[in-house]
Structures are given as C-alpha cells and as structure tokens.
C-alpha cells in the first residue's frame, strides 16, 4: 500500500519542501543580522565589513532554508497520511 503512494509522497514532500525553504530563508535572515549588530557593537573594537555582513547573513539564509524545507516536506507528507486515513476512516463507516 505504501510503495503504491510513494509517488504521491514525493510530491508532496517537495511542495512542503519548497514552500518551507522559502519560509526558512525569510526567518533566517534575523540570526545573520543579530549577529552582525552583536558582533559590531559594544566599545567598536571590531570592525565587521560588507563581506562578512554578506556571508553571514548568507549562511544563515542558507541554514534557515534547509531548516525550513525539512520541516516543511514533513509537515506535508504528514497532511497527506491524516487525510488519506481520515477518508479511509470515514469509507469504512
């Protein structure tokens, strides 16, 4: 039964996986910026240049998409297993 819906999962998996990236990449620019204000502020010691400000804002972007595609395809592989239950349950009585 399962092997039959792995089409269908895959599917599924990538939608929630793209909509999640997307998500992932917009709330993983706020750690990039607090750590470029943390790390520039204070006494100004430490200078933080446009290059590093750039790749940490990037990798950061880069994490919170990856995050966020993973939870993302879960979540919808999961939808997909409720609702396939819930209308077999609904079927058998």
Do not use: C
Request: charged share 5%; net charge positive; no cysteine.
């Amino acid at each position: 039964m399962l092997i039959k819906n792995i089409p269908k999962i895959n599917a599924h998996f990538v939608s929630g996986a793209i909509r999640g990236a997307i998500v992932g990449a917009f709330i993983g620019i706020a750690p990039g910026i607090l750590l470029v204000m943390v790390l520039s502020g204070g006494l100004g010691s430490y200078y933080v240049g446009s290059f590093e400000v750039l790749s940490f804002t990037a990798v950061s972007m880069a994490i919170g998409g990856l995050i966020g595609s993973i939870i993302g395809g879960m979540l919808n592989i999961i939808a997909l297993l409720l609702k396939t239950t819930f209308v077999k349950i609904q079927g058998i009585s």
